[in-house]
C-alpha cells in the first residue's frame, strides 16, 4: 500500500512527512519508525493490515476511565514506533519487526462484533505510524456505527491529525513529561504531542492523558506542576492516569514507590477533577467521585468497574461530568 504524506527527493530518496521527524529515507531504507519504506522511490505502509498483537480488553486498560466504563474493546496493535523510550513496556513490537498476521478493516469489524466489542482500539506499539490502514479501519467502524479509539504518544504532524480526528471517538495520549528535552531524550517533541492533544480534545475527541512516572527522570515537581496546569488551561475535566514505571527495556531504575505516585496525585488534584493511579494496587485514586458534590460515580477494583449512575450527570446533584456512557 502506497503511504499519504510523503515527497519524493533526489536520487529517489523519499521525506515522510507523517510525524515531525520528517525522516530523508534512502532507496530500501524505512523511517525511524521501522514500518515506512521506500521501495524504489515510493513510499510504502509496509504494516498495512498486519496485526502484531490482539485481545479483547476491558477499556479500563487502555486507560480509558470515562468512555463506556465497563465495557470491552478489541485492540490491535501493528509494529513499530517514531519513539525511542528507554523504558518502552512494548519493546518486543516497538522496536522490531515481528511475525504479524494479515487482516482488513471489514474483518476487524466482524471480529469486533463477535466478541461483542463497543469498537477497535489501535494499542500497543504506536499505532498513527500506520495511518493509512488506522484511517481506513476508523471509517469501517464508524459506518457500522462502532467506536474508534487511539492510544498513542501523540507524534503526528497536524495535518494527517486533521484527516484523522473526524473518525476518532476516544483517545489515551501518553504525556511523558513535561519538558523538550525528556522528550528529546526519548525520541519526541513535547510540542508536537500538546498540538496534538489540543486538537484532540477541541476536535470533539473524548481525551484522557497517561503520565508514567518515573521519579528519576521526570518526577520534578515544577515539570508536574506545568503539565497539570497545561492540562487544565484545556479543561480540569480531562481525567489524569498517573502510572507507576517498572524497570523494563534500558532502564534498571527500580520500581516508582507507591508514595511518590500518591504524592504526585494528590499535588495534581490542585489542578483536576479527576486523578487516577494505573498499574499499581494498594494506592487508592481508583473511583470517580463528583467533582461538585464527592458522591461515588464509579467505583473500580481492578478492572472490575461497577457505574453507579448510566448518564454523565450526577445522581445527587445533578452536576454533569466528563464521561460518555
Ligand atoms: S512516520 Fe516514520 S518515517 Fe514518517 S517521519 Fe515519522 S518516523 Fe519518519
Request: hydrophobic share 35%.
Amino acid at each position: 500500500m502506497d503511504a499519504k504524506f510523503w515527497r519524493a527527493e533526489k536520487n529517489q530518496c523519499v521525506r515522510c512527512v507523517l510525524c515531525p521527524h520528517s525522516c530523508l529515507i534512502e532507496p530500501e531504507g524505512h523511517g525511524k519508525c521501522l514500518i515506512r519504506k521506500n521501495i524504489g522511490g515510493v513510499l510504502i505502509a509496509s504494516a498495512y493490515g498486519k496485526i502484531s498483537s490482539g485481545a479483547v480488553d476491558p477499556i479500563e486498560k487502555k486507560p480509558l476511565y470515562h468512555f463506556y466504563p465497563g465495557s470491552n474493546i478489541l485492540s490491535v496493535g501493528f509494529n513499530g514506533c517514531n519513539m525511542s523510550c528507554l523504558f518502552c513496556q512494548n519493546w518486543q513490537i516497538s522496536t522490531q519487526e515481528t511475525a504479524v498476521q494479515d487482516t482488513s478493516p471489514a474483518e476487524l469489524v466482524h471480529s469486533a462484533r463477535k466478541v461483542f466489542s463497543i469498537g477497535i482500539a489501535y494499542t500497543y506499539n504506536e499505532p498513527l505510524t500506520n495511518f493509512e490502514f488506522v484511517l481506513d479501519c476508523a471509517k469501517e467502524f464508524r459506518e457500522s456505527g462502532l467506536k474508534n479509539v487511539i492510544v498513542s504518544n501523540g507524534m503526528i504532524n497536524p495535518e494527517p491529525l486533521n484527516e484523522l480526528i473526524p473518525y476518532i471517538d476516544a483517545a489515551n495520549i501518553d504525556l511523558k513529561g513535561f519538558t523538550e528535552d525528556y522528550y528529546k531524550e526519548h525520541g519526541g517533541n513535547l510540542n508536537t504531542v500538546k498540538h496534538t492533544i489540543e486538537a484532540l480534545f477541541k476536535g470533539g475527541v473524548h481525551v484522557e492523558l497517561t503520565n508514567l512516572l518515573i521519579p528519576q527522570k521526570n518526577g520534578n515537581e515544577t515539570d508536574f506542576a506545568n503539565m497539570c496546569r497545561f492540562i487544565s488551561g484545556l479543561s480540569r475535566d480531562i481525567p489524569l492516569h498517573i502510572s507507576g514505571y517498572f524497570p523494563q527495556h534500558k532502564y534498571d531504575f527500580p520500581p516508582t514507590p507507591n508514595n511518590a505516585l500518591t504524592d504526585f496525585a494528590k499535588k495534581a488534584k490542585n489542578y483536576l477533577n479527576y486523578i487516577y493511579i494505573g498499574n499499581r494496587a494498594g494506592c487508592g485514586f481508583t473511583d470517580t467521585t463528583c467533582p461538585e458534590c464527592g458522591q461515588l460515580l464509579i467505583k473500580r477494583s481492578g478492572f472490575k468497574t461497577q457505574c453507579l449512575t448510566d448518564e454523565n450527570k450526577c445522581p445527587n446533584c445533578s452536576q454533569g461530568f466528563y464521561a460518555v456512557f
